[in-house]
Structure formats: structure tokens, C-alpha cells
């Protein structure tokens, strides 16, 4: 009866692919013969939302490309945006990579970063003009001549001006020495096979500050647009052009300005609706237990948690959430029994993506809160959701005697008014009918309701190791 939570994927290092149950060899694979087919520099974005496996997946290529001995760099923007300049985040991630190099391609790669450290003062940034006051006041404090103050601000305003364009003009001589001493570092890295590209994986960009997410994209491909160089970008587009447009507007155009610094793009699949919820419940050590049958159902309780899992679209990190959850209520409460887990894991879903519809479940709000979720359920549903297995059926009617109880109401009134409201057709009523005819005798009140959110409230207090 030990409690267990989510742990991190393991990437095996001579089997990256070992924990895999998702299936990402053949994407990895193909994407693998995609990048090495091009000799120039290029930006590929994998973009996927927040809580899809993007890490993991880029992980397990990183480790794949280390076992085809191709180079890599892995780059985790997010906890390098404290720094004020993205460029000397960047070289200096590449600097710590060089530790991995062996032999003369060691010696070698330090000597060019040595160049590099030298060459990249002149790409850093310029002085904010909001330091020239700072200045002032440091080299002027004693001045209280409001003209001399005046004209020592002046005098240091013209200074600071003719340095940022010398540095700009020294920039731009010195570009072409900068992208040559990285090509000559990438052949370091690629054993001086000039066919091996170096592949710098950028992580978690969508999360970082809007500036220095912007400063990674422009410095990526401006500074490091040489042959040979391929940067992998793990982002959620959609979030990243959030934090474009704070900085731009909200009338930006972010799809167009992308394209000037990603080259491809790559829509990381959806995985398939059973593979991870099999995976964690083995993990946690729950399939056992969701292995019972509810007496009114022929299908487990893991087979109706998948179906409401991939209904409600949960995300892989909301998946975990939810089966860390479902674990502590069903090792250490017994207030929830085997007919209504259902409930519970409905519950639990409204907890991690509808917070407000989830809080509003009370004594005193019976009828608003049923009506709020059965409406929630029917806006999942799509033209292409399976449901011949009856199971939101079930879950729909149990909701339905909790404010219509078969002893005060007719199943058929019940479910005429529910399919009148929905507008739905007749295949979805005598699925409701089979239904009520399977749970007669289980209706649920709002007490029982209460009780399995008390029970997922006592789980969500206990803190995991």
C-alpha cells in the first residue's frame, strides 16, 4: 500500500527508446533523416502545448543523435533567462559542452572559444540609455549647477553615442570572423567530419520572459546561421506568440514574424489515448486495482478512465496529476466505492481544467452545478468521439438522478427533458435508456458527490517525496 508518484521518463543511454511508451521512435527516426539531409543552418521548431512531452521527446533525440555520433548541445532557455543577454547564455552553454570533448577536438574547441569570448563583445548589448542618468549621478554627484549638469550629461550622452557606433562598426567587420570560428568549433564537435552538423537543442522558450525569448530567436539566427548548425526549438507556438505580441502588440502579425526565424515546423503528435495512462498506472502500482468492473459496466475501470482521459484531452503532465491524485484517494481513503469511480475521476478532471466549475459543488448549489457539467460533457463531444461503450452514458444519467431521482421521476421524462434541452438524436437517447435501465437502483445524491470531493480534497493535502 505504499504511495508512489509520476517520475520523470528514463532515457536509457544505449537505448533511448527503452521507456518509449509513446511511441516517438518513428517520429525521432524520421526526423533524424530530415536534419542530417541539410548542410546550411536551420531553425526547426517541435511545437506541441504545455504538458505534451516536449522535454522527454527532445531528450530521447538528443541521446539517439549521441548513439549515431552526432553532436549535440541541449539549452534550457527558462533557467538561463535570469542573464540580461541571451547571446552569452547561449556561448556560454556551449562552453560548459566542451567538458564532453576528448583529445586534440578539446584542445581545439578551447582555443576557439577563447576567440569566440573575444569576438562576442562585440555582439553583446549596448549600454541602456537608462544607465546614462546612473552614470551621471555616480561621475556629477557633487555638481549643483543645473547648467553644468547639463552639459557634463551632454558631453557623456555624445560619448556613450560615439562608443555604441564604434562597437556597432567593429560588429559588423567582425560577423564574418564570429560565424567562421563557430563553423571551426562545429567540425571540433563533429570529429572534423564536415557532413555532421552540431545540433543545439533550445528547451522550454515558451516560458520564458518575453525579451530574452525574442533575444534566443534573433541571436539564433542571426550570429549562429552557419553550415552545419542545426538548432531544435521545443516550444508551444501558440504561448510564444503570446509573449511576442507583449512586446510588439497584439495586433502583430506572429505567424510572419516567426517565419523569419524558423525555418520548419514539426507538430508533435497526440499520443495515442491508452498508452501513457497505462504506463503510469503500472507505475503507481494501480492496475490491479483498476482492473475491477463496476457491476453495472462489462468494461474495467482502467478502460473508462482512458475513454474520459482522452474525452477530456487531458494533456501527459494533466494525466499525471490526475493519477497521482486517484492514487492517494484509492490507497488511503475508503470513502469512494468501485460504482462510483466514475464520478471520481470526473471530478478530478473538473479539478485540474475547470477549477471555478469544480469549487462551485455544494450543498446549496445541487441543480446550477449538475446543469454546469452535464452542459460541460455534451461541449467535449465531437464528430469523431467514440463512445459505443456506453460509458459517458452511464456518468450522464448517474449526474442526472443526483436532481432527478427515479423514485420521484420517470427514466423517460428524465431523459425526454435532458435530449429536448441538448437537441440530441435518437441514437444518444436509447443510449441513455439502456443506461438508466443499467443503474437502476445506484442513484447518486449530492451527499454522495460531496463525499468523493472531500476525498479528493483529503488527497490533494498530502504532500509526495
Known sequence: MSLKKCQQVEIDAADPFKNDVLDRKANIEILTQFITSYEQSIVLCID????????????????????????????????????????????????????????EDKTTAEKIMGHLYKLAVNFTKAAAPAMVNLIIKAVCGSLTDADEVSKASGNLSESLVKEQITKY???????????????????????????????????????CRPNFAIEVLEKAKHLFNVDNIIFVLATDKTQLGHSIRAVYGQGLDVNGYLRRFIDFDYLLPSPVKSDYIDSLSKQLGLSEDLNIKPPYHNYT??????????????????????CNILSIVMRTINQVITEEYTLL????????????????????????????????????????????????????????????????????????????????????????????????????????????KNAIEISTSFRLN
Open 345 to 452: 475521476f470526473l471530478l478530478i478532471i473538473l479539478k485540474l481544467k475547470f477549477p471555478d466549475l469544480y469549487k462551485s459543488l455544494n450543498r446549496d448549489n445541487k441543480s446550477n452545478f449538475i446543469s454546469d457539467v452535464l452542459e460541460n460533457i455534451n461541449s467535449q463531444y465531437s464528430s469523431d468521439t467514440d463512445n459505443d461503450i456506453y460509458h459517458f452514458e452511464f456518468l450522464e444519467c448517474m449526474l442526472l438522478s443526483v436532481i432527478r431521482p427515479a423514485s420521484q421521476f420517470s427514466y423517460e421524462e428524465t431523459i425526454d427533458d435532458y435530449v429536448r434541452k441538448y437537441k440530441l438524436n435518437d441514437v444518444k437517447k436509447q443510449k441513455l435508456i439502456h443506461s438508466f435501465n443499467m443503474v437502476k437502483g445506484f442513484e447518486i445524491t449530492i451527499r454522495d458527490l460531496l463525499r468523493i
Open 169 to 207: 562598426e567593429e560588429s559588423r567587420k567582425t560577423l564574418g570572423n564570429f560565424k567562421g570560428a563557430l563553423s571551426e568549433l562545429a567540425r571540433c564537435y563533429a570529429d572534423g567530419d564536415a557532413h555532421k552538423p552540431l545540433v543545439i537543442f533550445i528547451d522550454e522558450l515558451d516560458r
Open 301 to 322: 475501470l482502467l478502460n473508462i478512465l482512458k475513454d474520459i482521459t482522452h474525452l477530456y484531452k487531458l494533456t501527459l503532465r494533466e494525466q499525471e496529476a490526475l
Open 48 to 103: 506541441a502545448g504545455w504538458g505534451q512531452g516536449k522535454t522527454t521527446f527532445i531528450r530521447m533525440w538528443q541521446q539517439y543523435l549521441k548513439n549515431q555520433n552526432i553532436p549535440t548541445i541541449y539549452f534550457n532557455a527558462w533557467e538561463s533567462d535570469y542573464t540580461d543577454d541571451a547571446l552569452i547564455a547561449l556561448i556560454g552553454e556551449i562552453g560548459l559542452s566542451i567538458q564532453e570533448l576528448v583529445g
